[in-house]
């Protein structure tokens, strides 16, 4: 009996780092590498109207972890961990420099609040 309730323990928190493995990640998308008129491969990445040098990594404007490979082909994905707020007086706020949130209160902006978890 105890070894059958030390399994299910250990399978329950394998499911459960998973998890949270798969939120720390965030959404991810890939763009395959856009032909020119002439059939051959670009020399870098389209990020809206900025081209990317082959081989780089940026994050953009909203804080997203771009790559641009040397097949030209592009991945971004969303890295940023978002403060969940359970307060209705705080708010997070994300500083587009450090692509961290802080979470601070609504009508004092310099004043921070605690966060219970991330999402």
Known sequence: MYL????????????AFF???SLCNGACMEREA???????????????DIKRELN???????CIKCTCDLDAEMSCCDRVVKPFVNRTDCKAVLNQTSCTYTIRKRDNPTEL??????M
Not at 4 to 15: E, N, P
Not at 113 to 118: R, T
């Open 34 to 48: 856009r032909l020119s008129s002439l059939g051959e491969k670009p020399d870098g990445c389209m990020d809206g």
């Open 56 to 62: 780089s990594t940026w994050f953009n404007d909203h």
């Open 4 to 15: 059958k309730s030390a399994v299910g323990s250990l399978v329950a928190s394998l499911l």
């Open 113 to 118: 609040c605690e966060s219970g978890a991330m």
């Open 19 to 21: 998890f949270l493995v």
